[in-house]
């Protein structure tokens, strides 16, 4: 699969505007569109950030709703959105053990590497950190972006609470840190987000 991730700054009082419009018009407006695969809505309402991602089946179908998305997206956003960041992924990994829960809690990390090691990030993240994730109670789904070319991804964990992404932190920060070393990755961002909805359909 291949996803869209759009991340959003803005004025925390206005999220919950940018969230019920991303909920209603802009899943409406995804579902219309050939190839897709289900969307993520994640908040920190404190500091005024969204996640938003788009899954397709095919580079091609996201690569088709670019300009559609791309002309509706500054409206849907009014007026919460300061910033807007847009990035285009393949998901290397969708690995999923329960349905994730609106209110859970969902971690990202950002990372970079050199592009002739995206298969050895891939195969680590799938041997080393998905049995290590599936061990840590309350986790529901993790994933994998890879951008092969700028050699730069994103993992993302989500947990059925947010109890559950906060007891993991410390077990986390100690694997992260091995799979990074083995993998050849530097991370570069780490953040932890409020699930707003988590809805993909890998078939």
Known sequence: MFVR???VTGDPAKAEAAIRVLNNEGRELLEERPGYRGADVFVDRELGKLLAVSWWGAEAARR????VMRERRGPMLEPFAGTVAVENYEAAVFHSVQPPRAG????????????ADTDLFVETFRSSAIPRLEAVPGFARC??????????GMVGSLYVDHASMAASRAGQAAARSADAAKAQVTVVGLEEFEV??????PG
Do not use: C, I, K
């Open 196 to 201: 707003v909805h988590a809805d993909v359909r």
């Open 104 to 115: 859970g809690g969902m971690r990202f990390t950002r990372v970079e590497f050199a592009p």
């Open 64 to 67: 088709n709703s670019d300009q």
């Open 5 to 7: 991730t759009v991340y």
């Open 143 to 152: 994933s994998l972006f890879v951008d092969r070319q700028r050699g730069r």
